[in-house]
């Protein structure tokens, strides 16, 4: 019987190809570097959710629309924009480390 066949053996093959890409490829950085920008994500919600009534006191000038909505309806697009840009500079980071 082969080795493959055993559930053992293929956590252990798993583990194996997962050690030999960090290993290649520098994949700790990105990971690290991905972790700190779910952490800055789930930040920014919990802080613009917790003082959304406060914000919508003020009102957005041009727009005329409370800031608390702005931030709730725009933030998303723009963390999600910073969060991509700074996650293609980690992995280009990863990869020239290698």
Do not use: C, H
Request: proline content about 4%; aromatic content about 8%; hydrophobic content about 55%.
């Amino acid at each position: 019987m082969q080795n493959s066949l055993y559930p053992t053996a293929i956590w252990t093959d798993l583990a194996e190809m997962s050690l030999g890409l960090e290993r290649n490829y520098g994949l700790s950085r990105l990971k690290r570097s991905m972790l700190v920008m779910l952490a800055g994500w789930l930040g920014y919600f919990v802080v613009v959710s917790m003082s959304v009534r406060a914000l919508n006191k003020v009102t957005v000038p041009l727009l005329d629309m409370p800031l608390g909505v702005f931030l709730a309806a725009q933030g998303p697009a723009v963390m999600f924009l910073a969060a991509l840009i700074l996650l293609v500079k980690a992995s280009g980071r990863a990869g020239a480390a290698s």
